[in-house]
């Protein structure tokens, strides 16, 4: 086993994700570990969120990580979509708002709002169905409740 350096490791991350159904960093420790690439776990975290690595169901049903990719003006058309698609509900409580989405669609959502990197985003954490924006204020926290509600299709809201 051998320790590389970011950049070559990453490389092999991308190559392993697009060629294999990786779906967690078990998995995805042990491929490298299988073309003689050691990392941490930790390592591999810190990889998974520099890449922008987010799971995503595939034409089979199964979950596997995937690289989100975008370019700024599709981007913001991914998350209108991704809005009108996912969301369920939406709350807004201070400086935060608290998006329901269908389920294994919260990272996805989560990483366009990072990529995006708005003005009423400071940051994002997001779970199974479930997304909690931070922004810097109360008044961008329901700016970006009132543009979530412009895009929500309202047959999705629960």
Not at 7 to 14: A, D, L, S, T
Not at 23 to 34: I, R, V, W
Not at 135 to 158: Q, W
């Amino acid at each position: 086993m051998i320790f590389v350096k970011k950049e070559m490791r990453q490389g092999k991350i991308e190559q392993l994700i697009n060629q294999q159904v990786i779906s967690n960093q078990e998995e995805l420790m042990q491929a490298l570990q299988a073309i003689g690439i050691s990392a941490t776990q930790a390592t591999i975290s810190r990889d998974i969120r520099e890449m922008q690595i987010v799971k995503q169901q595939d034409g089979n049903g199964n979950l596997r990580y995937v690289i989100f990719k975008a370019n700024n003006q599709s981007e913001q058309d991914k998350l209108y979509k991704a809005i009108s698609d996912a969301v369920t509900a939406i709350t807004t409580v201070e400086f935060m708002n608290v998006i329901h989405t269908t389920p294994r669609n919260a990272n996805v959502l989560a990483a366009i709002l990072d990529d995006l990197a708005l003005p009423e985003v400071a940051g994002t954490l997001a779970g199974f169905d479930t997304v909690v924006v931070i922004s810097p204020s109360r008044e961008l926290a329901i700016k970006l409740y009132e543009l979530f509600m412009e895009h929500v299709d309202p047959d999705n809201l629960l």
